[in-house]
């Protein structure tokens, strides 16, 4: 494969020729001067930013090397092209979340810094992560370039007042009888619009123009088979999308383009997300609860969501970003998120029910584990797509032609494939 140069993503992305990488950063090769640090992240969960920061004043007191301490949140939806900026210029980032489908195109570009020594530190408690949460971001060599600080199947949270009002069949009732699944998730969605009690039966979390996830494990689709291949034109991607695309426009029982649903409001039923979504319902005004994904009609495998932390080569000191990012993503800071993040550790796992029951009373130990933990050993991870950021930019927009209520769904998909498929060769 061809190796791409940071200035060929920041292109792909669309944010102006900003040439190659910058001059890269010695290793930690014996400075002994102070080091002010910055990490990025999507994330602006208060609990998480409270906890990362605690993490680097714990680090600071053995480390004092390590001066200030700054977290820098960028939009998810302009995060790639916001850090390829960063990363060019005279002053880029030490550390950060990179997005698990972009983990190739990032090393490929030369700017992930091998983390391997996290194997060999105590705090990382390396002999408990789970080997498949980090295969795709390793080589045969050891390398290590990121440390999937999230990897968990998605849950789905469900508005249960509303169900109660309506008089609809509710997810946990459904779950049941055995007939929790795709289907029958449509069924209800319309179902509860169409009672008057809520504006939108169902909500993915931010997707609005793009490829709908989750939905596409349910039909056996994959949309990029083994990183390299496109699945766009397969029966299986069509129908799964096609399904959304009905929800949509024919039972009106998901949002619009150009609409947003908002759970958190009470204005929807069901909506699919991480963990860490439980934190903006702390408030709500609603009884809720979770549930495991639903089934469709082939073997359960609920997609592996993954977020993964990477020390940046061109930092000012990638050494002291790797021991520092030890401190962010050891057990110990893990265990003080009260579930927001599910990581890849087997001890944490076993914790998880009891620790979001506590957080949150509403949602029983049963039902985290159900929802939570038990779908893990079904769940696996996407491989990463090749030329993530070029492909992403090159489909994008065609692929909004997917959600128009006349769309034709095949043909928008063939287009996309015919400019992906050549992408993925290069």
Same mark, same amino acid.
């Given at each position: ?20 990488? +910058? ?13 002010d640090m910055t990490m990025t992240t999507w994330s602006s ?103 999937? $600080? ?10 249960? $007042? ?46 609005? $123009? ?44 998901? +949002?619009?383009?150009?609409?947003? +649903?908002?759970?958190? $409001? ?60 030890? +401190? ?79 769309a034709d769904i095949a043909k928008v998909l063939a287009a ?11």
């Amino acid at each position: 494969m061809k190796r791409r140069t940071l200035g060929a993503l920041a292109a792909a992305a669309g944010v102006g020729a900003l040439g190659a990488c +910058a001059k890269k950063a010695d290793s930690g090769s014996g400075d002994t001067g102070v080091v002010d640090m910055t990490m990025t992240t999507w994330s602006s969960d208060p609990t998480l930013l409270k906890t990362w920061n605690g993490a680097a004043d714990e680090f600071r007191k053995t480390h004092p090397r390590l001066g200030k301490f700054t977290i820098q949140q960028m939009p998810f939806d302009q995060y790639d092209a916001q850090l390829t900026i960063q990363l060019s210029g005279s002053k880029p980032p030490d550390l950060g979340f990179i997005q698990a489908q972009d983990t190739t195109a990032w090393h490929d570009a030369g700017v992930l810094y091998d983390i391997r020594s996290m194997k060999d530190d105590p705090d990382a408690a390396w002999s408990d992560v789970l080997p498949a949460s980090y295969q795709y971001t390793t080589d045969d060599s050891g390398a290590l370039w990121s440390f999937p $600080t999230v990897s968990a199947a998605h849950v789905m949270y469900y508005n249960k $007042t509303a169900f109660d009002k309506a008089k609809v069949d509710s997810p946990d009732e459904l779950f049941a009888k055995d007939a929790w699944t795709w289907e029958n998730l449509r069924r209800v969605s319309k179902e509860l619009v169409e009672s008057g009690v809520v504006k939108y039966g169902y909500d993915i979390q931010q997707f609005t $123009t793009g490829l709908p996830g989750y939905i596409d494990r349910g039909f056996g689709a994959h949309y990029w088979p083994n990183g390299d291949t496109c699945g766009l034109t397969d029966p299986k991607s069509v129908a799964a999308i096609q399904f959304i695309h009905d929800m949509r426009f024919v039972d009106n029982s998901m +949002a619009h383009p150009g609409s947003t +649903a908002n759970f958190p $409001t009470g204005d929807t039923g069901i909506t699919v997300g991480s963990t860490s979504f439980m934190g903006q319902l702390s408030d709500s005004s609603f009884d809720w609860s979770i549930m495991p994904q639903p089934k469709g009609d082939v073997p359960y495998n609920p997609g592996l969501a993954q977020a993964f932390f990477s020390v940046f080569a061109n930092g000012q000191d990638p050494k002291l970003a790797t021991e520092l990012l030890m +401190a962010i993503v050891s057990a110990d800071t893990m265990n003080k998120l009260d579930g927001l993040l599910i990581g890849p550790r087997k001890a944490q796992l076993a914790e998880i029910p009891a620790v979001i029951n506590k957080a949150h009373p509403n949602v029983t130990v049963a039902d985290a584990k159900r929802a939570a933990v038990d779908p893990q050993s079904s769940a696996t991870a996407d491989p990463p797509l090749v030329n993530s950021v070029q492909v992403n930019t090159v489909i994008k927009p065609i692929i909004e032609g997917l959600w128009t209520a006349d769309a034709d769904i095949a043909k928008v998909l063939a287009a996309a494939s015919a400019a992906a498929t050549p992408l993925l060769k290069a």
